[in-house]
């Protein structure tokens, strides 16, 4: 059975930096392409990046390029996402998927529980 669990959300001032985490169980990890989405209130999932099975690429929304960092660890199956320089139009709730930047979002493509991400002052 597929499980992802997310952590590391919270409250941060804006400009500020938090880091996600990914833990990943019951699939092949390291041969999926894993990606972070996201969804604010009132809105649909938002694709915000990729990172290819084996790191082989990484590819940003052009609201978060040059913010944020995916990346992965296949010794523990997590994925992650450094995300600096918060601004309040990133607030959401951020999953991971396993799957890559067009699956990611689609209602059958396994993601986890979510964890809120809020940017305010």
């Known amino acids: 059975e597929v499980q992802l669990v997310e952590s590391g959300g919270g409250l941060v001032q804006p400009g500020g930096s938090l880091r996600l985490s990914c833990a990943a169980s019951?699939?092949?990890?390291?041969?999926?392409?894993m990606s972070w989405v996201r969804q604010a209130p009132g809105k649909g999932l938002e694709w915000v990046s990729t990172?290819?099975?084996?790191?082989?690429?990484?590819y940003y929304a052009d609201s978060v390029k040059g913010r944020f960092t995916i990346s992965r660890n296949s010794a523990t199956n997590t994925l992650y996402l450094q995300m600096n320089s918060l601004k309040p139009e990133d607030t959401a709730m951020y999953y991971c998927?396993?799957?890559?930047?067009?699956?990611?979002?689609?209602?059958?493509?396994?993601r986890g529980q979510g964890t809120q991400v809020t940017v305010s002052s």
């Open positions: 019951g699939f092949a990890f390291n041969t999926y392409d």
């Open positions: 990172v290819s099975s084996y790191s082989i690429g990484r």
């Open positions: 998927a396993a799957g890559g930047r067009f699956s990611a979002t689609a209602k059958n493509t396994a």
